[in-house]
């Protein structure tokens, strides 16, 4: 009876704690989250600025595509177990829809992913301040042939209609989604552990180089508003979000949409006719002259045992 | 006695449950094989609407090799342990041929493969819809400085014949079968567990740099026949079928040839001659001295008890 | 009692081996130590002689970063388990002060890194001789269109203040930092198992593709004095040391900078937060429906036992 | 008694059965070890006859880099545990030099070797044979704006000096094998088990990129004398082999100099260091507070009994 009074007291105490480990938590994982979106955009403008101001002598569209690429692998391995390393609203917002994230921690996750590109954003100007002044002799243009704002954020080129750029950027972030789905179903063919992360970077290259030129695969809310919010703020004007005929809401919204139709794509075409392990393995054993299923679909047997 | 004729009964039961599982099963199978069909296009078609369209400024030749091989990557981890995420008909029917597949799923697959590369080729058409009306100038033409058909299918360079053509997806198609086989071949050095997508895709890769020029590499009737067919409806018209003399029909049937090739010059060369792992051992702790043979040979020997 | 007087006897002569054994250990570290950073700059050097020297037609600006972040893998390779193949002065200076490494080992890091570095630059000064002197005609210059001491050590972009070139090399080693201590954090998701070279290879990679353009990323003491010093005397002269308004003592002291507040970063920011594994178990079991906290959290917890 | 009568019987047949499996496992090695070479020279020599005669519109020289890179992985998956795939007569005369491959089956290698890279340069003249007259107008050279023969076998660059060549194939085999002696050494840190083949890819890719540009990177003589001979029988003429001043000899004598230099560097810097796990055990529990030493050198223990 002691032991249970103790109990109680122990809970009451814990609640407590509780309540400071929630915040904590909070911090914890908005922390990680900020500095794995941070080095994910440091190094994704970076290689967009280095090609941009290098004029072709320091790299190609290929190096803008392995910066992205590479720095969400970075990205994930600086956050991958404290915080999941989304560095993505459309990622977050579906994780939460499909319940793999609580609704509560959506906001925390959103806003870090903002404060981390922002001054991922304002590295990347300060590192090649020198570079875009000498490029564009000093004048910050959004358009034209010296334009530096899309070292930045990404603007749609200049025949794509705005109902094509929001196409163009829902498809994109299906195409993300559909696949982080699959790599990371383990009942299907997961990415191998511990390889998440460079399997998400190839993911995001392979992106950039089938569906980029559209209007620069934002595919991602943080990556774009962030930094634009940035250019706006440090020279370039509101002439940021009145570009494209106000493209800036396309690469905000639209992805939203995309990843929850990409995940659902996943969930419907595959997920929902997984197997459970006891009725397949019943079945399998009971037609295995039939011949006309595949052959290694027995691996999706679990070790589990059937009763 | 009643527990043999409870038995009985839930296999009668079993029986009527099992040709439901089997439909079950190919749609099952079906669906996935169309999505990761779908997946591996809509990447490997999307790089080539990049390059093609973008004049150079969104990627080279080495951008559509990166986007057919990481597409094929993605495509396998999308369908991997449901249907083997064939995505090609040549590998289905050489799976058929050696006894891996039940040749009942071959059209299952081959019309899942079709559909997927199908609506991938729309898909494509639609997200670069503006960016290929703004290249040609809305003249859709499969020959001549701003052809556009060849985003979609492939057509043979001028100076191809036609048997030339053949004997180059023979032989891109060998080389495909033969690198897979060896790949899963677990009594030799197989991609790691858990790496087949990644080292697939690098085969893919690999061959469209070293076997790519002289036809665009399709190797797979399923990419070529599905895309050419939208093609044809979409407005570039026969024409699609009558180009590079009649060329269309070379990478559907070649590659059925060259699958079979490849898999068999594998099986000759290499796989006939692992021994066994019985004698193996016997003879080898005979001639310890001998010296004869590789030192590395043991690793052949399987852990399995010899009687 | 003779057991224990032998002890004694046996820990005498363990003194006196020890003594000898220090000397042996740190010959041994300073041999892997040399030899990984020799081959990492073998490989890297030779990147840039071959660009540099074949004028574009063998290799481009992405070659020189696969040289280098290759060649750190083969490096890591070479050194791995027996120096830990730091190659870089900013790393055991970092490793030194967050008390991985003795203190009294860094001398002789540094030492055998700047052997390795300043041996290869005349490797590949004799392999490309021919080539280096057909390229400039003879003439050894320092900067101009001919320049070629650029193949051995680093030099600012003309744009670029020294201020600005000493933050440059701050954040490029910063960020070398951060993601290495990521990439070995096994509380967090490291590098797998095996993989680390190939990681910290791609690592670098990324760096050259994003943060190179201004000062062609040396982020590295070692890389950059010793072939600096080789230049010098080969016959490049006093002039490496005075071009870029005495550039050369920036390479050297930003990185130590930039290697420590990179490191204190991820500290700060991620590893001080990870949980202690007994508090963070019972919180969870606590507060299993509050739901606020990512559901992944959980992977956190190492399976000890908690009193 | 009877048991052991039995034995001798067994044994004699066992000898009888011995001879015959010693054959047959030459047979069985060197067919793995030709079709291996086989397929990382026609992937590797394609990429060539590709980047060549496409004048730039398929692949660029690092699609060459790309081509031997991931070839000599395929390679190494076709003949992996079968012959361990050296496909480089300098690989198998070091394994020979350094006891890991019996001498009686260096001629077995090296002749596989060569019959098998000449076959791929017969495979790879038939698949580009139009491309190649396409691109020379049917006039085979050696040398000259359009010559061919440097598709199949590598010619010196025309500043190159015949010792100087000499020297640059002895780096590059030496380079090679150190690595690959890395690789390979279990008490170090070597590639991950399974991922050898893309592993040693990679390196033979990092040779190509950065030790190529002043003869083509042959650093094999079964690579470089089998298309060799081809050409002199397929069209060139005698003019293959005294081409560069005779340059023919070069990279088949070098590698085997630089080969054994290389893994005996590899040896004297770092294999022959390694400590007995006892004593070095003894050492480390000794000097616990000694500091000296880096931390992570005990990851060397094996876990075996010390007495």
Redesign the interface.
Known sequence: MIWKIFLVQE?GR??K??KI??I??????G??E??STY?MM??????V??VV??RG???????V???FG??V??G??????????HMNAAVSFSMCLFG???W??LPVYILCQLIGSFLAAG?IY??????I??YCGGNLTVSGPKATAGIFATYP?P???LP?GF??QV?GTA?LL??LM??SDQ?????????????VG??V???G??????SGYAINPSRDLGPRIFTAIAGWGPEVFRAGNGWWWVPVLAPMVGGVTGAS??KV??EL???SPCEHR??IE??AE????????Q??LSPEVCV
């Open positions: 809970h814990s609640r704690l509780s480990w929630v904590n938590e909070r911090v914890r994982v922390l990680a900020s500095l080095v440091v190094f994704g403008l970076g290689s600025a280095q101001t290098g002598a320091f790299g190609e569209y290929l190096s595509n392995l910066g590479l720095g692998a970075m994930m391995h600086i956050g991958g177990r404290v915080s999941g390393a793999r994230l609580g509560r921690m590295t300060s590192l090649y301040y020198d570079a002044y000498h080129a025949y794509l209609s094509a196409l163009d498809i195409m559909l696949c699959a790599l009942r299907n063919q997961p990415a191998p552990s511990g390889s998440e992360p460079i399997a190839l993911l290259l392979l992106i180089v089938s569906l980029g030129s559209n794509i996943y075409f595959v006719h997984h197997p019943r079945e009971d037609e039939e011949e006309a299923a595949p052959l290694d679909m691996k999706n």
